[in-house]
Every structure is written in C-alpha cells, then in structure tokens.
C-alpha cells in the first residue's frame, strides 16, 4: 500500500508553480516561439490587438454553470485592451434553467461576449445506448462536431485560445487541428482534481485489467482499489461509476476515446484549490501521471474556486424572497439544507424517507424536492403526494419544502444555514467549502463517489458510505428516515467539523482573493494567450 505523501503545501499553491512543474512544460508545445503581435492604431502608434477567446461548454447546468463562472472571472480582469469572449451554445438547450441561465450571463455583459448558436444534427436515440437526455445531448455534439469548422474559421479576430468541455475532447481536437491559423486548445474539467486523475489513467486501467480470460466479459475486471500513481489513497472500485466498469457504454467509451487525447492539448483548467486537493494537484503536475507511450499531462490548473455571480440571480422572484425571509428568521447555523442537484431526482419511497428523516433529525431545514430528471418533462405530482400526507403534516412548521430551481449560492451564504445533504456534484462542493458549510456526502451516479472521498479526506464533512448509488435498480434499496436522521444529527453537532469546514473557507477565500492563487493562475494563461 502506497503511504500518504508527505508533500508540503507551498503558502501560495499558484505562486510556486515550479515545484509542481507547470513552468518547465511549455504551454503551446507545437507552436514556434513568435513576437506579440501588433496592429497599426491612430497616427503612428501601434497597439497589441484584443485577446479573444472562445468558450464551447456542454449540455447541463453541471458543465453549464462553471463556463460561465469561469468567463465572469475572465471579463472581470482589468486588461488593456479588454478581453474579448465568444460562447458557443448548443440549440436547444436540454433544459429551461440553461437557457435562462445563458440569457441572464449574456445580459450581465452585452459589450464583452459574442454568442454564437451551434446546431446540431438530428440524432437517432436508437442509436446510442442511453436514455438519458443529457448523455443523448453529449452524444449529439459529439457527432456534430466537425461542424464546428466553418464557425470556428468565422471568427474574428480569430481566438487566441479554445477552452472546451471534456466531455467533447475527442472529436473536437481534429476540428482545431484542421483550422487555417494556431488555435491553442483547453479543456475545462467540471469535476474534481481526483476525478480528472482516473479520466487520464482510464485507458491504461482498463489496458491493465484486460486479460485472455476476461477479454471478452461485458464488465471490466478492475481489483479492488485503481492504482492511479501519486493518488492516496487509491480509488475504490466501489466508488466507480457503474457504467465505467461496463464495457462498450457511451461513458466508458467516451473515457477511453478521449484520455489518450489529452496529450494533445495545451493544458487542462480544474475548477479546485490546494485547500481542498493539494495532493491530487500535486501529482497531477509532478510526472506522475503519464501515459503508455512516456507522454506526460499538459499543465494542470486549479482555477477555482468558481463561485456564484450576480448574473445568475433571478430578479423579482417571489419564492426567492419567501426563502431569504424564512432563512432571516432562524438562529446562525440552525438549518440544514437539502438538495441533489440538477440531474438526481429520487424515488417516491426514498423521498418519503428523506421526509421521515428530516423529522427524526429534529433541526430545520430546507429541502428542495426534485421529481423529474429534465424540466421539459410531464407535469410532475403534487409534493404532498410524492412525499406522503403524513410526513407532509409532521414537516409543517419545521421547515420549508421548495419544488422550483433555487439560489443555491444564496442559500449556502446564509448565516443560518449550518450543514447540507448534497449528492457531491463537483459545483456544489465547491460552493459548500466557499461558504465554510459542512457536507453530509450521499453521492448519486457518475463522479459523486469520488467527488465525496474529497470531502471525507478534507474534512468538509461525513459521507455514507453504506448508502446505495441512486437510479437502476438501485431504486429497490432504500435508506430508511432512521438512518438519515441519525446522520444529519451527526453533522450538525459535530464541532470539529464545523470547525474544519471554516478553515477551508478560509483558505477558499484567501485563494480567490487579491493576489492570491487563483488570480495568478488566470493571469498566466491569459499572458501566454496574449502572446498567440
């Protein structure tokens, strides 16, 4: 067994690059070293022309939102001349709450981003296997991609760099690579540090696990723990995702495809801070995670933490001010707050028992109840229904229960909330370790397993462990409102993790304020992109 690394953190992760071999591995590998280059301005002056970049992010308010986090802190740098930025977006939208969140960013900065639709060719479900909407939309763009030539070559001037989502690596790289003029090329990873480290060994993992005698089993035959070198402790098996451990699945397949890839890129943007994966940060930018072929990563960079912004407030909103005014009403810390993202709705049974559990816990709370996966469906149930009367009737006067799209920046903020039931989607991790509030982790589907073994090894709160993944036939196993309400009660009157989760915050904002880490990761690349 590896031992834990006995690495020190630098005061400032960003201002000592070397030690973690970002400024000895070139930012633009291929490209030949050329002098800034310069327009004739008014009279005999020449000017450095305006630094454009362009951001492509996928479908998902998971991968929506940090994009968008991401160009605010970008147009919120003051540079001479401005930053320039073009958003592609994909038409339609999977969801109501993108599009008006991409409505509501365009008008925060009407001068400074360009929007350009990107329309997808029609896609037959039959033949991709998932049912998922969103993955159906990934798939989509996938299969679109080399449409993004002429839009691409459109652009004017053209950019100085491409950050993109991950999930679109593969079959946007030929696209880059077939423009007439130097186009450097990043991904935005919109999970954890963790996470991205099994993303770029998945191939070699799974290469490892192929024998002549399981070559030919539908699942793969990954031990117990993944060896992934420099990570501690080692990834579980158990904390895999389902469909990474299947053969052929759109997941697996997109993993396989796109890992190899990522060699090709010139560096690699993670929304994380020393705070919260200085290890895995550590080894992802020491040499120690490397490909078959004696490759290297491209340069990693912690750029979080992204935090919500002002665009993404929705004015006027009456269920918005119930919420702040109820919330301004209980004592600092009180209340816990319950929600699992985006893309998890539970089952009837399960949110019955998260009910239950809420009233054995005996703390206020604020749960949001999500019923469907996509907005666009069907009318859903009534929430008395879903939850059953009876609970209904015991959480009268112990809380609020939300069934619409909420703040939830806003809600973490406040000082009365003291602790969160998240599924560990990366965004609202991040959020919690902005806001010093500890996680209760009971993670969903995809990453959110991993993503929860940061927050356990962190110290940002407890996670389940026992507790089973959500959809499938995970549906049947059902974790009893005993049981919740016994942890809930954990973390809310665990001292030392209220204690922990407040020095991680600390840290968050030191990171993310004046001079600090983040700000000198966005000025590194946004001086080498002024350079192309």
Known sequence: MEKQSTWKRSPCFASDLTSLHILDKPIFPNKPHLPPKMTSGSGSLLRTPETHVALFPSAGMGHLTPFLRLAALLLARNHCPPLKLTLITTHPTVSLAESSLISRFLSAFPDRVTQMDFHLLPLDPSTVNSTDPFW???????????LLTPLLSSLSPP????????????????????????????????SSARMFSLFASYHNLVASALTPANINNPTIQFGDVLEIPG??????????????????????????????????????????????????????????VTFNDGFGLPPVFPVGPFVPCEFE??????DRDQLRNWLDDQHDGSVVYVSFGSRTALSGDQIREVGDGLVKSGFRFLWVVKEKLVDREEEEEEGNLVIGHEIMEKLKGRGLVVKSWVEQGEILGHRAVGGFVSHCGWNSVVEAAWHGVRVLAWPQHGDQKINAEVVDRCGLGVWAKTWPWGGGENDKLVVNGEEIGDKIKELMQSEALRVQAARIEQEAKKTAGVGGCREKMLKRLIDEWKKN
Do not use: C
């Not at 997109?254 to 290890?279: C, H, Q, R, Y």
């Not at 407030?313 to 009456?318: N, P, S, T, Y």
């Open 313 to 318: 407030k929705l004015q006027g909103d009456d």
């Open 136 to 146: 159906l939309k990934f798939e989509a763009i996938r299969r679109s991609a080399h």
């Open 159 to 190: 950019p100085s760099a491409l950050i993109y989502d991950v999930s679109l690596m593969a079959p946007v790289l030929p696209v880059i690579q077939s423009l007439p003029y130097h186009l450097p090329a990043y991904i935005l990873f919109t």
């Open 231 to 288: 990570i501690f402790p080692p990834i579980p098996r158990s904390s895999v995702s389902p469909l990474l451990l299947i053969r052929n699945s759109l997941f697996s397949n997109i993993f396989l495809e796109d890992g190899p890839k990522l060699k090709n890129l010139n560096g690699v943007l993670i929304n994380t801070f020393e705070g919260l994966e200085a290890e895995a940060l550590h080894a992802l930018n020491g040499g120690k």
